[in-house]
């Protein structure tokens, strides 16, 4: 039967760092030209001693251990002290998330928090092995880790004075060669902006006997609102960083059968009350679909934080344990494949609501049923 078959499912592969962090890391930045937005978010990290700046105590800040990987924070024991950056032309203002500014002291070698942006005033520059210099503008003292705690110092890079570096929050986003590039995407936390290159896809209707239908959700640049499940189409074989914003704002405002929520041990979770099928993006004889996760279309365990599913109605379909995707077709393929607005009294693909009503123009969204089969749009 259809539904006793394997299935090889298609996951992104599992970055290590993911695994301490929900779906997202912390990369090494080199040059000011990845600064020059207030939405980032980043933290101050030491290489030469594997550590991470936590927070600020009378007056000098705290470190504590983390594991590093070529630029890549992979874990750590304390969250770390995340801060935003705001361009100021010849300065920058460091802003901690508690809304208080990092002071860098023009004298000695404090470093503290201030209530308001006066006398912030900081200075960013980058050294050709991508060590940051960050210090009052007007000065040449800059931060630097000196016996496990940073200090403003005249001295930087020697072996009491270590050097410290930047790293910026990204989403960590991976396009198999086997799915064409294709992934589902789910971000929990933290909103993002589409970058060049990638296409977002919502899943807007499912019927057995013919592909989903997929609308494109965002143009290239949008800013993604947290809680979106979308499909993402991107070059094959290629992974990308993508920072986090905290002003992406963007919703998708159609239907989209894709789903991100679970539950407190992992399990799909549909956002509406209901009956669904779960789905979960695989491989199935060749045929590129969505298919159950788990027997009959139960809600099946996510191994991945930022990994989408299907959540279908169960009246909308008739316990399909697959729904094929056309990728020939991924620009546009609809369930209803009239055009909107047009007459249906031909007798051709007539659409009648739940409760046996004709439609005369094809609706909006909603579940009808079209030649004698449920479909959702």
């Given at each position: 039967?259809?539904?006793?078959?394997?299935?090889?499912?298609?996951?992104?592969?599992?970055?290590?760092?993911?695994?301490?962090?929900?779906?997202?890391?912390?990369?090494?930045?080199?040059?000011?030209?990845?600064?020059?937005?207030?939405?980032?978010?980043?933290?101050?990290?030491?290489?030469?001693?594997?550590?991470?700046?936590?927070?600020?105590s009378?007056?000098?800040?705290?470190?504590?251990?983390?594991t590093?990987?070529?630029?890549?924070?992979?874990?750590?024991?304390?969250?770390?002290?995340?801060?935003?950056?705001?361009n100021?032309s010849?300065?920058?203002?460091?802003?901690?998330?508690?809304?208080?500014?990092?002071?860098?002291?023009?004298?000695?070698?404090?470093?503290?928090?201030?209530?308001?942006?006066?006398?912030?005033?900081?200075?960013?520059?980058?050294e050709?092995?991508?060590?940051?210099?960050?210090?009052?503008?007007?000065?040449?003292k800059?931060?630097?880790?000196?016996?496990?705690?940073?200090?403003?110092?005249?001295?930087?890079?020697?072996?009491?004075?270590?050097?410290?570096?930047?790293?910026?929050?990204?989403?960590?986003?991976?396009?198999?060669?086997?799915?064409?590039?294709?992934?589902?995407?789910?971000?929990?936390?933290?909103?993002?902006?589409?970058?060049?290159?990638?296409?977002?896809?919502?899943?807007?209707?499912?019927?057995?006997?013919?592909?989903?239908?997929?609308?494109?959700?965002?143009?290239?640049?949008?800013?993604?609102?947290?809680?979106?499940?979308?499909?993402?189409?991107?070059?094959?074989?290629?992974?990308?960083?993508?920072?986090?914003?905290?002003?992406?704002?963007?919703?998708?405002?159609?239907?989209?059968?894709?789903?991100?929520?679970r539950?407190?041990?992992?399990?799909?979770?549909?956002?509406?009350?209901?009956?669904?099928?779960?789905?979960?993006?695989?491989?199935?004889?060749?045929?590129?679909?969505?298919?159950?996760?788990?027997?009959?279309?139960?809600?099946?365990?996510?191994?991945?934080?930022?990994?989408?599913?299907?959540?279908?109605?169960?009246?909308?379909?008739?316990?399909?344990?697959?729904?094929?995707?056309?990728?020939?077709?991924?620009?546009?393929?609809?369930?209803?494949?009239?055009?909107?607005g047009?007459?249906?009294?031909?007798?051709?693909?007539?659409?009648?609501?739940?409760?046996?009503?004709?439609?005369?123009?094809?609706?909006?969204?909603?579940?009808?049923?079209?030649?004698?089969?449920?479909?959702?749009?």
């Amino acid at each position: 039967m259809f539904c006793a078959l394997c299935l090889l499912a298609i996951f992104t592969p599992t970055v290590a760092q993911t695994t301490v962090l929900n779906g997202y890391v912390y990369k090494k930045v080199t040059s000011t030209t990845e600064l020059n937005t207030v939405a980032y978010d980043f933290i101050l990290v030491c290489e030469a001693t594997n550590s991470v700046m936590t927070g600020i105590s009378n007056s000098k800040d705290q470190m504590e251990s983390c594991t590093l990987s070529d630029g890549i924070l992979t874990g750590y024991d304390t969250e770390p002290f995340v801060f935003t950056l705001t361009n100021k032309s010849s300065y920058y203002y460091i802003k901690s998330s508690s809304g208080q500014y990092l002071k860098a002291a023009t004298s000695g070698t404090n470093l503290s928090l201030a209530s308001t942006s006066k006398d912030c005033e900081l200075a960013i520059k980058f050294e050709a092995n991508g060590d940051v210099k960050i210090g009052y503008y007007k000065s040449n003292k800059y931060i630097s880790l000196n016996n496990g705690v940073l200090g403003h110092n005249g001295t930087y890079g020697t072996d009491s004075y270590k050097a410290v570096q930047l790293y910026r929050r990204e989403y960590v986003v991976s396009f198999p060669k086997a799915t064409q590039g294709l992934t589902t995407f789910y971000n929990a936390d933290y909103g993002y902006e589409l970058p060049s290159g990638v296409t977002a896809y919502a899943v807007s209707c499912a019927d057995e006997n013919q592909p989903i239908g997929m609308t494109k959700a965002f143009n290239t640049g949008a800013y993604i609102k947290s809680n979106t499940a979308l499909l993402l189409k991107g070059t094959p074989g290629e992974t990308l960083y993508i920072p986090t914003r905290n002003n992406a704002a963007g919703v998708f405002s159609g239907t989209n059968l894709l789903e991100g929520g679970r539950t407190a041990d992992g399990y799909t979770a549909a956002s509406k009350a209901g009956d669904y099928y779960y789905y979960k993006l695989a491989i199935k004889d060749g045929q590129l679909g969505f298919y159950w996760g788990a027997e009959k279309g139960a809600a099946f365990q996510m191994t991945k934080p930022t990994t989408a599913y299907l959540a279908v109605p169960k009246s909308a379909v008739q316990q399909a344990a697959g729904l094929r995707i056309d990728l020939d077709a991924i620009t546009g393929v609809k369930c209803l494949e009239m055009q909107g607005g047009k007459d249906l009294n031909d007798g051709d693909g007539q659409i009648y609501t739940l409760d046996g009503r004709r439609c005369t123009t094809v609706p909006r969204k909603g579940m009808y049923i079209i030649n004698g089969k449920k479909v959702i749009r």
